[in-house]
């Protein structure tokens, strides 16, 4: 759901990876910039969407909580580019009533940079991690 009290943000070619999410404008530590759009899947349904996703080398289920997900590959939005970083600039808030996932800055962010935050992601890890020479993070 964008609203107008959230920042200024655009989709381009990332050098990490594919397309990336970039800042428009500056964003102030622990600003929220947007939620993770996509359809609330039970976890009972997830692993299987997730390993059909896998298979086309992507991650597009976010993990909520112990028994929910959201499937960005059903009604998504531009958050989905967003790239992981093993030291990222946007950490992860849940709002548990809606199941919400809000993207929020994690430090002073400058217009132009890529926003990165850690997919902290379970299951199997098997798309190395190109954050940084040398990364050895399997994602
Ligand atoms: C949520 S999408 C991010 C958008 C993606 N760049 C694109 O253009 O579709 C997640 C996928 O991006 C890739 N990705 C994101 N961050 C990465 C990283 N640090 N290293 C390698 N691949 C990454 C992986 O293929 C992952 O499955
Ligand atoms: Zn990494």
């Keep these: 759901m964008p ?6 943000i655009l ?8 397309f990336g999410v970039f800042a428009r404008e500056a964003i102030n530590k622990n600003r ?6 996509g359809e609330l899947i039970h976890n009972s349904k997830s692993g299987r ?3 059909r996703y896998l298979k ?6 976010f993990r909520v909580n112990r028994a929910w997900s959201r499937d960005a590959a059903v009604d998504g939005n ?11 600039n946007c950490w992860i808030e849940i709002e548990p009533k809606t199941r919400t996932i809000w993207i929020r800055a ?3 962010i400058t217009p132009g940079e890529e926003l990165t935050y850690d997919y902290s992601t379970v299951g199997d ?5 190109c954050c940084r020479p040398g990364c050895t993070t399997m994602l």
């Design 11 to 18: 989709r381009k070619r990332s050098t990490l990876h594919g």
């Design 78 to 88: 531009v958050a989905r580019f967003i790239n992981h970083s093993c030291r990222p």
């Design 32 to 37: 929220r910039i947007i939620d993770y759009a």
């Design 49 to 51: 969407r997730e390993a």
């Design 56 to 61: 086309q080398g992507c991650i597009w289920v």
């Design 3 to 8: 609203s107008a009290h959230l920042p200024g």
């Design 125 to 129: 890890h098997t798309i190395q991690c």
């Design 106 to 108: 994690s430090r002073l």
